[in-house]
Structure formats: structure tokens, C-alpha cells
């Protein structure tokens, strides 16, 4: 498995609290990637970065905020948590030094906002 | 844009039956195409890309340019093949053409 580390692992927190999830990666991959999970709607990219403090944002990237000070870690903020953004989310990395190489995922954290 | 169309959100054969999970996309283009398998409650896993043209776990997928379609199939779906499964796209060249699009996904049931 690609070294990627993402904690917490499962994190419950009130509405209107910041939250900070961590990515960790060990594989020295330039591209890294925040997407949601969620029932009926599968994979939303949330955020990504092509390299230290170089982000942009995914398709739904309203509430969220990254941020990359190092190559190995990438880390998403809900600014202030509402109930809308309870789900799973994934981090994933990507090596671009050849064509068509795929993602490598995190574990994913189960993030309740009650 | 890039877009993917699963148009099956859940699929449910027989053991030992063929199994055939369609993906649909949009790229104006040359696409690279990728199936995920996700098992319960774990991480998401490549299955398989286009550019490979292997089979893994005896499922195979073959792009078809002129029906914008990269369907996933096998001829004999076994119980341990029941899991969600993504198809995702990427675009080749630089910048924001490097992130994955994905499908709503599938989920396969097999039952015995």
C-alpha cells in the first residue's frame, strides 16, 4: 500500500466548530488530493495541490480550506462545520512522473458534525 | 469539463453469472480511464486503467472511443466481487487536467 496516512480516523464535533483533517504521505508525490464520499453521490473533489503551497480548488470546495507547507503533508479545514458537511473523507496522492498513473487512497476519516 | 456517468447506482447478479458495469464519459480530449473497487468500509483500491489493457481479478474493460464508453466486465461474477465500484477519468496534460473525475458508482451484489 502507498504511504498514506490520514488522521483522525473518526472525529464527531458541533456545528460551528473549526476542524482540521491531516494527510500524510511518504511516497515524496507532488499531487495530493481531498475528495468526499457520499451516498448518491460518489466522489467529489474537494481541493488539490500540484506542489508546496500551490492549491486549487475541486468542485465543491465551498466551506473548505487547504493548506501545504510541505511536500508530505496536506491539510483540510472546515472553517466553521455544519451538518452538510458530515461524511467521509478521502485523501489520495498522485505521482505524475508517467502517464497515466492512478490515485492512491488514504483510509478516510468519518467526519460527524452534529 | 470532464464528466462521468454511471448509470447504475446498484446491480445484483448470481454467482457464476456475467457481469457487466457500464461507465459513460465526456472529455473533448484524449481520456486516461480508470476503474476503483471499494470493499465494505475500506479504502479505495485501482482495479484497473485502460493504458494497462490486463485483466485483475478476471475483470477486464475496454475503452471505446467512438461510444465514449469504458464498460467493466467479467464472465464469472464470484460472491468476493460484491463491493462499490468508481469509474474515474483524468485528462493527460498539465495543471488542473491532472485530477480525477468519478462516477456516482455501482454497487455489485453477488449473490450465492
Known amino acids: 500500500d502507498a504511504g498514506i496516512t490520514q488522521s483522525p480516523r473518526h472525529k464527531v464535533t458541533e456545528t460551528g466548530t473549526p476542524v482540521t483533517l491531516r494527510c500524510h504521505q511518504t511516497?515524496?508525490?507532488?499531487?495530493m488530493y481531498w475528495y468526499r464520499q457520499d451516498p448518491g453521490h460518489g466522489l467529489r473533489l474537494i481541493h488539490y495541490?500540484?506542489?508546496?503551497?500551490?492549491?486549487d480548488k475541486g468542485e465543491v470546495s465551498d466551506g473548505y480550506s487547504v493548506s501545504r507547507s510541505k511536500t508530505e503533508d496536506f491539510l483540510l479545514t472546515l472553517e466553521s462545520a455544519t451538518s452538510s458537511q458530515t461524511s467521509v473523507y478521502f485523501c489520495?496522492?498522485?505521482?505524475?512522473?508517467?502517464?497515466?498513473?492512478?490515485?492512491?487512497f488514504g483510509n478516510g476519516t468519518r467526519l460527524t458534525v452534529t | 469539463a470532464q464528466r462521468v456517468t454511471q448509470p447504475e447506482k446498484l446491480l445484483s447478479v448470481f454467482k457464476g453469472a456475467p457481469v457487466e458495469l457500464k461507465c459513460n464519459y465526456s472529455?473533448?480530449?484524449?481520456?486516461?480511464l480508470f476503474w476503483y473497487v471499494q470493499y465494505s468500509r475500506q479504502r479505495l483500491q485501482l482495479l484497473l486503467r485502460?493504458?494497462s489493457r490486463e485483466s485483475i481479478k478476471g475483470f477486464t474493460a475496454d475503452l471505446n472511443k467512438g461510444e465514449t464508453s469504458f464498460h467493466l466486465k467479467k464472465p464469472f461474477a464470484q460472491e468476493e466481487d460484491s463491493a462499490m465500484y468508481y469509474c474515474?477519468?483524468?485528462?493527460?496534460?498539465?495543471?488542473?487536467?491532472?485530477?480525477?473525475?468519478f462516477g456516482k458508482g455501482t454497487l455489485l451484489t453477488v449473490n450465492p
Open positions: 489520495a496522492i498522485r505521482n505524475r512522473e508517467f502517464d497515466n498513473s492512478p490515485l492512491h
Open positions: 511516497e515524496n508525490h507532488r499531487y
Open positions: 495541490s500540484y506542489g508546496v503551497k500551490d492549491t
Open positions: 472529455y473533448s480530449g484524449s481520456p486516461e
Open positions: 485502460h493504458i
Open positions: 474515474a477519468l483524468s485528462g493527460r496534460s498539465g495543471g488542473s487536467n491532472y485530477k480525477l473525475t
